[in-house]
């Protein structure tokens, strides 16, 4: 398994958002066979989670931490032990020997809150069975799409590529939804943008032209008011205006 520890000066950092680097450790029966070092240079705590995340972080060790950002790791499915402030080297001893326990429970079970995990598990079975090919997004650097789904254009055959990405269950996601759009726009033909039902946020989703998709909403019932050649997509690609036109 894999653990971080945000680390200041070589001790555990007094706060989860202001860490500027994550000690990763990796524990193989007991004993730690290796660790390494992480820069986060992001501002916005959405990327610092995804980070952990991109790095297939199970458990976080750290000593404060907001109850907001607890429950964001823990939607991520990354387990989250706080208020540690014991030296490293000893509270990596106390871990190995089950004396640190993470408690799984959501603060604010009012948000609703899906795990990131589930989103992009329904989102990739989702794309495949529309045909879809679907791979995960490439390279750590990308903190923003979760996968990348391919087609070719039923009626110029030429490939159309989507970054969708899976929103991260904050109440930031417009900030999301804002820098997913800036850096997919001049990667990517059509973009979508995967949450739980949210009128506001499908609102900006369609004011920068991103598909929003909901495992809340029937797709099928979409679909067929569409009658779109392009599967799953709503909004027109350029170049592809043709295969969007509505059946009459």
Known sequence: MKIAIPELDDKIAPCFEAAKQFEIFTIKKGKIISSKIIDCHATDDIMRIRLLSLHEIQTLICNGIKNFFRDQLLAYGINVIPNINEPIKQTLDLFVSGQLVSDNRILKSENNIVSHESLVKWAKELFKSNGYEVSTCPGEDIYLIDLIARLKCPLCKKNIEVAICCGAQTYRADQEIREFYHYART??????????????????????????????????????????QIPILKIPIEGHEKAFIQAS
């Open 187 to 228: 990667r990517y033909h059509a973009f979508v943008y995967v949450y739980l039902t949210n009128h506001q946020l499908e609102k900006s989703c369609s004011e920068y032209g991103i598909n929003f998709l909901s495992p809340e909403i029937n797709q099928l019932s979409t679909k067929e008011k569409l009658k779109s």
